[in-house]
DNA sequence: TATTTATTTTGATAAATATAAAAATACTTT
DNA sequence: AAAGTATTTTTATATTTATCAAAATAAATA
């Protein structure tokens, strides 16, 4: 389902007036005038939100003697809101690649020359520049720490406090003075 | 849940940027500066969101650091949309209520002194005189075509109309000449 | 075909709302 | 206590929308 559909089926839910309409259906189907009666509107306000609720494939019609009938499609009401909320597909790239630009001015505002020219005061800030130096070292080898100075050496004079803050945001992790690379978690900024 | 709280939640949902905070937070907690960057808004539009947001009861917050980090609440999101929608509670009764007013209405205009004083040209109108009618069955129990217009006879000159209406409308049912009260059906208007 | 009945569309209007800019709070760190 | 940051509130605005009355369609029956 695109996000487009998901905000026009939730926008159908989000109106007292068309949960009452489909609430009644849920019970039996109905023609506009019998909901009219029922909701105390009148039918062309019925048919408004009726259609409203159609567009979004919510309801069928279909007609017997004098009237057109009203149906629930229960196949979507059956669905999990966060299966919606999720499975809505697009944008999601889109956002990534937004954080990733941010990402990216960050680090050529404080790169010059392959070196730092300063840490970061503010924390995410400094995250952002940890991690795209953290890529510097090898997935899985153990470093001593003799080894993990010299590469940060590259980077900046103050090597003791790159290393340090890495330890503390847990990118680095440090075991009996040896170091190692931690798998990037994901609920942490 | 209540109605009120029904729509309220579906207002959160019900919204584009809303719907991509809420994707958001599905995937990692954040706090409000890194969602504005995610989704091209400002700190405060996202702030407004969130708000809106917590008042459905959909996310939570806690400090850390400098940040405000939120949290989508699972529990929620967990529910299908038809049992939302179902038991929200009130309004229910208002409506039953205000269907009989109609029916009552319906019934004293057509009928004198016990007597029908016509037969309803609209089918919901003659409907609804044929069921006050049709009070008179006893349910269960077998009648002849005799008693039948006896009894419809009290009502109306024209008993063969009204007879041969009711079992039509599904109201009295016929098998080889003997006739019995039918079931309320639940789908046929 | 004419008439009755149900539904939809069209205007018009009042209320709600998403958004940003600016100002005000609130919280951390130094 | 002061300075720096993040978040929320306020104000303003443009857009959307729920509703009804009246007019226009559509469909069924006589």
Do not use: W
Request: glycine share 4%; hydrophobic share 35%; net charge negative.
């Amino acid at each position: 389902m695109t996000e487009l559909e998901a905000v026009r089926l939730f926008k159908c839910l989000a109106d007292k007036s068309r949960l009452q309409i489909l609430k009644s259906l849920a019970a039996e189907d109905m023609y506009v005038e019998r909901l009219a009666e029922r909701l105390g509107l009148t039918p062309s306000t019925i048919s408004f939100h009726l259609k409203k609720i159609a567009d979004a494939g919510a309801v069928r019609s279909y007609r017997t003697q004098y009237y057109t009938m009203y149906s629930l499609c229960r196949e979507i009401f059956d669905t999990r809101i966060l299966d919606i909320v999720c499975e809505t597909s697009d944008e999601a790239a889109l956002q990534d690649r937004r954080e990733e630009e941010y990402r990216q001015r960050v680090i050529r505002s404080f790169f010059a020359y392959g070196r730092l020219k300063a840490i970061p005061a503010q924390e995410k800030k400094e995250r952002i520049i940890l991690e795209e130096i953290a890529r510097a070292f090898e997935p899985g080898r153990i470093y001593t720490e003799g080894e993990i100075n010299l590469i940060l050496a590259d980077y900046y004079d103050d090597f003791c406090t790159l290393r340090r803050d890495m330890v503390a945001e847990g990118i680095l992790g440090r075991e009996q003075n040896q170091y190692r690379l931690l798998e990037r978690e994901n609920n942490t900024p």
